[in-house]
């Protein structure tokens, strides 16, 4: 018996041969050995079994009249492709040019007439091992797959939850840094410019109640998100009750459009449930710079620019935008 005892599972031997007596005698013969067998009467007969039930290995003679020995291996191949079992050619034909015809048929192997019963069990029994070896390793490849898999997926979910702020589902700091410190030697190296907005969000009567505060930086880290025009631009959340977003190859202009559409998407935030106003809630002021990065400056010294232009907006009024080309008042 062949290794497939480690399976708990006997192998099943598909005997194909016109002669009913060569086929009783190849039945017993690997039934002797432990082996489960099927018949077929002819090539014809052997590719509809092969249809219904998939066997571990084909003895397979060669010749037979209508569909021959050395076609039906071709079909059977065409027919299962990577699934096609181990076939074991019996013939007659001791000439090179037959067993060449027959391994280009796609045999495995061949085995001639008078029958040596030894051999022909010897190499059904390798025949048999070898497939079971190559299952098993395609299992545990499969396997390797999935265990490989899982591990990419847990690392991306590592990273994401490395990279994302847990309240807000947005950027957090350590990613903005990296992500502009990135953008920067990027557009320095093009001479392109790049543009950082701040928003700082002061509670008031909603700051007295944790659960009412998170859920508001939620919504304005949505709404911020939602005025994002590019792929490229990001939205992180910067501190405590602070947000920022990152505009690379952005003028001074074009931001200044954006904090505009932050401010009124802010400002529209639903509280249907509150009886309150928004600024009654909370105000916020948004503060942004633009620069070309160059050798010069530096990222500390661009979120400098943009942090003193958001003192200037809140020591101007609450609720205003301030850059550094002009102040807009709500």
Request: aromatic share 6%; charged share 20%; proline share 2%.
């Amino acid at each position: 018996m062949t290794n497939y005892d480690i399976q708990n599972k006997s192998p099943l031997v598909l005997v194909v041969d016109d002669e009913r007596a060569l086929r009783l005698v190849l039945h017993r013969a690997m039934e002797k050995q432990g082996y489960q067998v099927t018949q077929a009467c002819n090539g014809q007969h052997c590719l509809d079994i092969c249809q219904q039930q998939l066997p571990d290995l084909i003895l397979l003679d060669a010749m037979m009249p209508g569909l021959d020995g050395f076609s039906c291996c071709s079909q059977i191949q065409t027919l299962l492709g990577n699934n096609c079992p181990p076939i074991l050619m019996i013939t007659a034909l001791e000439d090179r040019e037959s067993v060449d015809r027959a391994f280009e048929a796609g045999a495995t192997d061949y085995i001639t007439k008078p029958i040596d019963w030894s051999i022909l069990t010897g190499r059904v029994n390798r025949l048999l091992t070898s497939r079971w070896a190559m299952a098993e390793l395609q299992q545990k490849i499969q396997r390797e797959c999935i265990v490989t898999a899982q591990v990419e997926a847990a690392h991306r979910e590592l990273q994401r939850l490395t990279c994302v702020d847990s309240l807000t589902q947005i950027a957090n700091r350590y990613y903005f840094d990296e992500y502009l410190q990135r953008e920067w030697n990027r557009l320095q190296k093009y001479q392109l410019s790049l543009s950082l907005i701040l928003v700082n969000v002061n509670f008031k009567n909603a700051g007295n109640n944790y659960q009412s505060s998170d859920r508001y930086l939620c919504e304005i880290a949505d709404s911020m998100r939602k005025c994002k025009r590019r792929g490229a631009d990001l939205v992180a959340r910067f501190g405590e009750a602070e947000f920022a977003m990152v505009l690379p190859n952005a003028s001074a202009e074009a931001a200044l459009q954006i904090a505009n559409a932050i401010f009124s998407a802010v400002n529209a935030i639903d509280i249907a449930d509150n009886d309150s106003k928004i600024d009654e809630l909370f105000s916020f002021n948004l503060g942004l710079t633009s620069v070309i990065p160059n050798s010069e400056m530096s990222v500390n010294k661009l979120i400098s620019q943009a942090e003193k232009a958001l003192l200037q907006a809140k020591v101007s009024a609450n609720n205003r935008i301030f850059s550094n080309l002009k102040l807009i008042l709500s």
